[in-house]
């Protein structure tokens, strides 16, 4: 079935250093990609999201595109702040267009726990 | 305009009883989803529903269940409940069904199971 896989964490980070959260997916089809982030004591927000092959999502200094050819959905920033630690989490949404149809919820990764140390 | 709302905010149930949560969607969305997040994993997804019909199902037992009424609000039912129904349930919204559309999230309610 369809996964997303996402690198462990807890990762910590100086202020103003580089950001890469590796995410991978398996789905048949053509999903569409997003990254949520669940910030301290509050729900899940829509970061960004790709809809399809080599769209750029972007937002708030994030960035990510979405690579079929590695199953890819990166998440990039290029100077993070104190207030980007939050938990990330990548996902997908399936296809309607694969094969059985229907429509399905979001499949989520584990989750990233980022860390910014001032 | 208001969020996505769900009610209660905290539950504790004992084993073998029965669960009601309900959600409210965003004004004018028609598609509701239910999630599981046990602590310290991803969401899990439960059901989706769109137009007041099942378009979706997660891979859960028949103990969980669920309806959208006509003004597209929600409940999702947990029967004989479990010590592993520990999580929080997360509701959903969007404006059409999930592929490609933007979820909005409510802020869970949290149910410990005793």
């Known amino acids: 079935g369809d996964s997303v896989t996402q690198m462990e964490g807890p990762v910590t980070l100086s202020e103003e250093a580089f950001l890469t959260i590796n995410c991978t997916y398996t789905a048949t089809g053509y999903p569409s990609l997003f990254w949520y982030v669940q910030y301290p004591g509050e729900g899940l927000q829509l970061l960004l999201k790709?809809?399809?092959?080599?769209d750029k999502g972007s937002n708030k200094g994030f960035e990510a595109t979405y690579r079929k050819e590695t199953t890819s959905f990166h998440l990039e920033k290029g100077s993070v702040q104190v207030s980007d630690s939050a938990v990330y989490f990548c996902?997908?949404?399936?296809?309607?267009?694969?094969?059985?149809?229907?429509?399905?919820?979001?499949?989520f990764g584990k989750g990233t726990h980022l860390i910014i140390q001032p | 305009d208001a969020g996505v709302t769900q009610s209660p905010t905290h539950l504790i149930k004992t084993r073998g009883q029965q669960v009601t949560l309900r959600c409210s969607p965003i004004?004018?969305?028609?598609?509701v989803s239910w999630y599981q997040q046990v602590l310290g994993q991803g969401p899990q997804f439960i059901f989706q529903y769109y137009e007041k019909e099942e378009r979706g199902r997660g891979n859960f037992p028949d103990r969980f269940s669920a309806r959208q009424f006509p003004n597209y609000s929600s409940e999702l039912n947990v029967n004989a409940l479990l010590l592993g129904d520990s999580a929080l349930y997360l509701c959903?919204?969007?404006?059409?069904?999930?592929?490609?559309?933007?979820?909005?999230f409510g802020p869970g309610t949290r149910l410990l199971v005793l």
């Open positions: 004004s004018g969305h028609k598609s």
């Open positions: 996902a997908l949404s399936r296809s309607p267009f694969r094969t059985g149809g229907g429509a399905d919820g979001l499949t």
């Open positions: 959903a919204s969007s404006l059409g069904q999930v592929y490609q559309e933007t979820q909005y």
């Open positions: 790709a809809t399809k092959a080599d």
